[in-house]
């Protein structure tokens, strides 16, 4: 495919002035100009914006055609646009060209994104990252972003905040606007998440915007309206559903399972929190978190006893913290126990939740319990 054609022959079909064209996709006339008369080419964040432009339901056929063309210069900035659009067949064979090539920072390229896969971060794969000797800027920062999501894999939470925080002006002295713009979500995208989890819900909101600002693919604004929807859950519940409804419909849009099912989760709990009847909860599941978010369901409505059968018929013992810390935070609500809720303290605690952990502070400062009791909460064995 000759994208050059392609565009040309797009434009001459929309009837609209090279001036026209130029002022609506954010290009310089002159640039766009010179290259459509064939005398320059145009950088990668203009090409895509021309594409998404003229053919906005064609986007990623038409730029993995381009990637896939050999007589371009954008190999990289290919590379990163097929990790961030899930376009897994063309990563590979990007990945392999970048490696076959004589240019070292190409094969650094490589490297480096060819190591990074979320199902093997671990600490294994922490000591191959930070011991990487590095040349060019992308690579290190790159590098380091993964570093710091590995920490978050691996509960090293204040060490994945930290290592995070170091890269926001790095990032801004790369050259390249699409790199740029795209670490820049990336970057965003992870911190929003930290910060909601260490409960710091104007920063989580902060960067969230700067996704949406700079995101480079709908996955990424469906992450940053995930942070956003869960932020707001203790304070509005109509711009809960307001964000946690974009993210469900660029999920769908963009088939993530993943992001498709977190949404759903998300929506049930908020829709009970509020006393909404939750939209997504499968009363048929076995999954763990929606037997205690049905039990949740039947608590809103004061249903206790058909609650506590659900309950019951869990064992902690088999559940991770952060279920631990669910489980006993709606067994408080049914027992009104200061124990239970001590126990949910201690295990959102443990987990790193910040944010959720003020589902059982709230509840035990009902009870009359001071506040610094309740934050000097230390771990409470089961059989207390």
């Not at 794969?125 to 999501?149: A, D, G």
């Amino acid at each position: 495919m000759n994208l050059h054609s392609l565009i040309q022959e797009a434009i001459k079909g929309r009837g609209s002035s090279q001036k026209e064209l130029a002022d609506a996709v954010g290009i310089n006339r002159t640039t766009l100009s010179k290259y459509l008369k064939g005398n320059s080419r145009l950088r990668f964040d203009n090409i895509l914006k021309l594409v998404r432009f003229l053919f906005p339901d064609r986007e990623k056929e038409i730029m993995t055609a381009y990637a896939r063309d050999r007589n371009h210069t954008h190999l990289r900035q290919c590379l990163e646009y097929a990790y961030i659009n899930r376009i897994d067949s063309l990563k590979d064979e990007l990945l392999e060209r970048l490696q076959l090539s004589s240019n070292k920072v190409d094969q650094e390229w490589a490297t480096v994104y060819g190591l990074n896969n979320r199902e093997n971060y671990s600490y294994k794969l922490l000591h191959v990252y930070k011991n990487l000797k590095l040349i060019s800027t992308e690579m290190k920062i790159f590098s380091q972003l993964v570093t710091s999501l590995i920490y978050w894999h691996l509960n090293l939470y204040g060490f994945a905040y930290e290592t995070c925080l170091e890269l926001e002006e790095k990032i801004k002295k790369i050259k390249d606007p699409f790199i740029r713009n795209s670490y820049t979500a990336r970057f965003g995208a992870a911190m929003a998440s930290y910060c909601l989890y260490l409960d710091e819900r104007e920063t989580c909101q902060h960067y969230s915007q700067l996704v949406l600002d700079t995101a480079p693919s709908p996955i990424f604004k469906a992450t940053a309206y995930l942070s956003l929807g869960n932020s707001y859950i203790f304070e509005s519940y109509e711009e809960t559903i307001h964000f946690l409804s974009k993210c469900f419909e660029l999920s769908n849009q963009e088939r993530h399972d993943y992001l498709i099912n977190l949404c759903k989760d998300t929506f049930n709990f908020a829709q009970n929190y509020w006393g909404h009847t939750p939209q997504f909860l499968n009363f048929e599941s076995k999954r763990i978190s929606d037997q205690t978010e049905i039990a949740f369901y039947y608590i809103k409505r004061n249903n206790h006893s058909e609650a506590k059968k659900i309950l019951d018929s869990i064992d902690p013992e088999n559940l991770s913290n952060i279920e631990k810390a669910f489980y006993y935070y709606f067994r408080g609500l049914i027992t009104k126990a200061e124990t239970d809720f001590s126990k949910s303290v201690y295990y959102f605690k443990t987990s790193g939740d910040l944010f959720y952990l003020n589902l059982p502070i709230m509840e035990l400062k009902k009870l009359g319990i001071n506040t610094y009791l309740i934050h000097s909460i230390k771990p409470i064995k089961e059989g207390n």
